[in-house]
């Protein structure tokens, strides 16, 4: 029997619907072979019935070249395309809103509704020059056309708050061994920035530990 299998080579090609079906079947079943017969319907399109008739070794392969793929880090993804749309990542942090803030701190470190934290973070352009850009205001009604949003630009945007917060706790300590002494202003601006990166770091460890990626 032939049987057709289109498998995806890299994070960019699964969804973040795609993998919260995953996980959802992981949290429901420990049973090893059910769960590689649903990633197969899941990533690959191929029906549980048919995912059960291929050979094992080809099943194997295929399943531990996607598990592979969620152990990459990939860098920050700040443009990408979905739904005949390209979205950026928002360009300036220090001009997110209240509202945008609270979004992102309360469901960044709460990965089944991780769709919320990634509606603040990527908007559609809606005005490019070379590599710059300009989003589109925040509007939290969008927030379920982001399960369409590719895995990559999930992933690299959470390592991105996660390496941001470990590198303004390494400038804040080395501004100490500086001399001359580093300016006040200069430092309270670092503590504020890192102050606010730190809130996320724990629920950050934790989603990327929820979404079953490595941080080693």
Same mark, same amino acid.
């Given at each position: 029997?032939?049987?057709?299998? !289109?498998?995806?080579?890299?994070? $960019?090609?699964? !969804?973040?619907?795609?993998?919260?079906?995953?996980?959802?079947?992981?949290? %429901?079943?420990? #049973?090893?072979? +059910?769960?590689?017969?649903?990633?197969?319907?899941?990533?690959? /399109?191929?029906?549980?019935?048919?995912?059960?008739?291929?050979?094992?070794?080809?099943?194997?392969?295929?399943?531990?070249?996607?598990?592979?793929? +969620?152990?990459?880090?990939?860098?920050?993804?700040?443009?990408?395309?979905?739904?005949?749309?390209?979205?950026?990542?928002?360009?300036?942090?220090?001009?997110? !809103?209240? /509202?945008?803030?609270?979004?992102? #701190? $309360?469901?960044?470190?709460?990965?089944?509704?991780?769709?919320?934290?990634?509606?603040?973070?990527?908007?559609?352009?809606?005005?490019?020059? /070379?590599?710059?850009?300009?989003?589109?205001?925040?509007? =939290?009604?969008?927030?379920? %056309?982001?399960?369409?949003? =590719?895995?990559?630009?999930?992933?690299?945007?959470?390592?991105?708050?996660?390496?941001?917060?470990?590198?303004? $706790?390494?400038?804040?300590?080395?501004?100490?061994?500086? !001399?001359?002494?580093?300016?006040?202003?200069?430092?309270?601006?670092?503590?504020?920035?890192?102050?606010?990166?730190?809130?996320?770091? =724990?629920?950050?460890?934790?989603?990327?530990?929820?979404?079953?990626? $490595?941080?080693?």
């Amino acid at each position: 029997m032939e049987i057709n299998v !289109t498998v995806p080579n890299h994070l $960019s090609e699964i !969804t973040l619907r795609q993998y919260k079906k995953y996980l959802v079947v992981g949290e %429901e079943n420990d #049973d090893v072979n +059910f769960i590689q017969a649903k990633m197969m319907e899941i990533f690959c /399109g191929v029906s549980h019935i048919v995912a059960t008739q291929m050979k094992y070794s080809d099943v194997e392969d295929i399943t531990g070249t996607i598990n592979e793929m +969620f152990l990459a880090k990939p860098k920050l993804v700040t443009t990408f395309k979905m739904n005949d749309k390209e979205y950026g990542f928002i360009p300036n942090l220090d001009d997110m !809103t209240l /509202g945008e803030y609270i979004d992102l #701190d $309360s469901f960044t470190g709460e990965y089944k509704n991780i769709e919320v934290a990634m509606n603040v973070l990527y908007r559609p352009i809606k005005a490019k020059v /070379g590599s710059k850009y300009v989003i589109k205001d925040y509007n =939290p009604k969008t927030k379920d %056309e982001m399960l369409d949003m =590719p895995m990559d630009a999930v992933i690299s945007s959470l390592f991105f708050f996660l390496n941001l917060g470990l590198e303004l $706790s390494e400038i804040t300590l080395n501004s100490l061994k500086i !001399t001359p002494p580093i300016q006040l202003e200069e430092l309270k601006h670092f503590q504020q920035n890192m102050d606010g990166i730190n809130r996320f770091m =724990p629920y950050l460890r934790e989603t990327l530990s929820e979404l079953k990626i $490595s941080l080693n």
